[in-house]
């Protein structure tokens, strides 16, 4: 029996070498059709993707009522009326919060739409003034700009003609086409209500049901160490996505309240540019602070002066009292990672990467944080990194037993 066990383990390990290597092969040197039937997947499976992100952003609010309002313990089993009645409740705070906040800034972004697209033309011949001045009074550095524009001039058509031109047609095909999109997308997000519905009345059950199938599929120590990072992934992504959706959503309020207060121009649109640029970390006050700030200069310098001050004030009360209040100490890695992740992310996945990357390095971080002290542990070495500062492993001294008082003789 252990001989035929052997052979069985020996031919899976086979199979799975010749299917990696086939992965491979077809991502990297073929048309990659695994990826086609990847994208077609995740077309098939987008509501019930939308029904697990709904539910994992309303988990806290489902638990934070059953606490304080059912007095239900933490680990306690959850009573089936009650829990209908949490989810309904929190489905009710969700959409009267997206109602009023949507009756409310829908119209102002509306309103502030059209007066940028009424002011096009002056703002066009104010920039163009601003331009024939500069090059009057500097003629060395119209000179430069001529022998620029003379060398990429055709570098620029050929990358007219060749990328932007087809892009340009992609984009109208899916104008043409979005009316149909936009009833395919909200016919999932309805799908996915429904089953973020049933997985929060029973999530309990879902990740018992996980756990169980942990503990059938692996050894046990291996199981136990999977969930256990379960758990810390989830702690770090509840921690970030939540805190940051929740942090760029009062941002976004206050930018809006005091552009109006005062008297910003495009109060509504420059609140939504501040607010979802907020959401990426680090660049993403700059990213949504630089375009708002340049369109409010085209219709007043001094306000823009005074909103680049509003900016700032803003950002450091975000940066040193709200986002830490929010977010704590969620992902558990220092500045530099947050950098690295969010240039790798960004370059990876686009804008999502530079949201994603930050909770994804800090799960890789904390893994490898964990694998490497189990391995030191395991060969007896000291775990903190100071105790290596010599390139070698150096234990940190013990402090010396106080001494023992001796009656005087």
Known sequence: MKKDNHYFAWGLTAVCVVCAIMLIYDLVFRDSIVMVYAEKLLDILAPILYGFAMAYLFTPIVNAIERAVFRRKRGAAPIKGLRALSIVLTWVLALTLMYGL????????????????????????????????LLENNPEFALRASEIINEYYTDALNWVNVNLAPQLQVAVQAVTGGVVGVFVFFKNLLLGAVVSVYLLASKENFAAIGCKLCYTLMPEDWAAWFIRGTKATDRIFSGFVRGKLLDSLII??????????????????????????????????????????????????????????????????????????????????????????ILVGGGLWGVAGMF??????????????????????????????????????????EPEPPAEDHPQQ
């Not at 409310?104 to 331009?131: C, D, F, H, K």
């Not at 306000?303 to 940066?319: E, R, S, T």
């Not at 990357?357 to 904390?366: E, Q, R, S």
């Open 252 to 341: 976004g309020i206050l930018c809006f309240f005091f552009s109006s207060l005062f008297k910003f121009p495009y109060a509504p649109l420059v609140s939504v540019v501040v607010g979802v640029t907020n959401i990426i970390p680090f660049f993403g006050p700059f990213l949504g602070a630089i375009p708002s700030a340049f369109l409010i200069l085209l219709d007043s310098p001094i306000k823009c002066l005074y909103f680049i001050l509003f900016i700032l004030a803003l950002q450091q009360f975000d940066g040193n009292i709200l986002g830490p209040r929010i977010l704590g100490d969620s992902t558990g890695i220092s500045g530099f990672w947050v950098i690295v992740a």
């Open 102 to 133: 949507f009756s409310v800034l829908i119209p102002e972004l509306v309103a502030s739409v059209q007066q940028l697209a009424g002011n096009a033309q002056r703002y066009y011949n104010t920039v163009y003034s601003w331009v024939i001045h």
């Open 356 to 397: 994603l990357g930050v909770p994804i390095c800090a799960c890789i971080y904390a893994g490898v944080r964990a694998f490497s002290a189990y391995r030191l542990k395991k060969k007896g070495l000291p775990v903190p990194a100071s105790s290596y500062a010599s390139h070698r492993p150096v234990w940190p001294e």
